[in-house]
């Protein structure tokens, strides 16, 4: 059976061969474990083989997390979930990274309530690439006037660029989704924001998006095991 320990070295293998595939540099892409329904022990193990960033969806979950894990010091916590607006203050306190901003309110909010002591949130503007009405997200569209509202907000810095792409195996379409990403962030770019980060790849597609740029892969399955959901916790 696997271990969490040679799960972690198989994405590390895996990221290191699609950069080289790409003629891309290792170090330029960076992993973010989503632990999401997964204990804080194992999250404690991976952090002991050096893991430092943590993807989770639910604020309830990250605070309980947060409030476990905090004698790990260097321990980056990154929310990707939806947000809801009586949600914000848990992350607002506990996140370092905020991948799944939509809106303006909500970013808003974030801004007032991240505490002063610490660093400004980061932030990924969430697109919706696919263009599915069933999808979180903002339209490309609208993009660059809610890339230009959040930016002024004092306590929050935008660092790039998030997507989920459709639940397809056509890697045509998925490979066009993740440049239309690609694009939209050159074109802010072109406005004049500084962006660092494109959120793109998960377990299964992770190859792909950083063939096509991903700077930053969210995996979950691949590293802790698939997910069981405990009926009607979320
Ligand atoms: C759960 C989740 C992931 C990880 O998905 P896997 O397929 O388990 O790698 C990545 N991104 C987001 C936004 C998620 O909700």
Redesign the pocket.
């Known amino acids: 059976m696997a271990t969490i320990f040679t799960a972690l070295q198989d994405v590390h293998a895996r990221i290191h061969a699609a950069c080289t595939a790409a003629a891309r540099n290792s170090g330029d892409v960076s992993l ?1 474990a ?1 632990s ?1 329904t997964f204990p804080s022990c194992d999250i404690r193990e991976l952090y002991e083989y050096g893991q430092r960033a943590f ?1 989770e ?1 639910y604020a309830q979950e990250l605070a309980s997390k947060y409030q476990d894990l905090k004698d790990c010091t260097d321990l980056e916590w990154h929310f ?2 939806p947000i809801q607006s009586n949600k914000t203050r848990l992350i607002a306190e506990s996140a370092a990274w905020v ?2 901003i939509d809106r303006f309110k909500i970013a808003e909010r974030l801004s007032e309530q991240r505490p002063s002591h610490l660093a400004p949130l980061n932030i990924c503007l969430q697109v919706n690439v696919s263009g599915e009405s069933s999808k979180s997200g903002v339209a490309p569209s609208h993009l660059l006037e809610l890339a230009q509202q959040v930016g002024h907000l004092p306590r929050l810095q935008i660092r790039g660029l ?1 997507c ?1 792409p459709e639940a397809t195996e056509n890697q045509a379409l998925l490979a066009e989704q993740f440049a239309t990403l690609v694009q939209l962030k050159e074109q802010l770019t072109a406005q004049g924001f500084t962006l660092d980060t494109l959120s793109m790849g ?3 597609d ?1 190859e792909l998006a950083i063939a096509s740029g991903s700077t930053l892969v ?7 095991g698939a ?1 069981t959901y405990p009926l009607g916790s979320i």
């Open positions: 973010l989503v999401k993807g969806n990707i979930g991948h799944t998030m989920i998960m377990s299964n992770l969210r995996v979950g399955s691949a590293i802790f997910r």
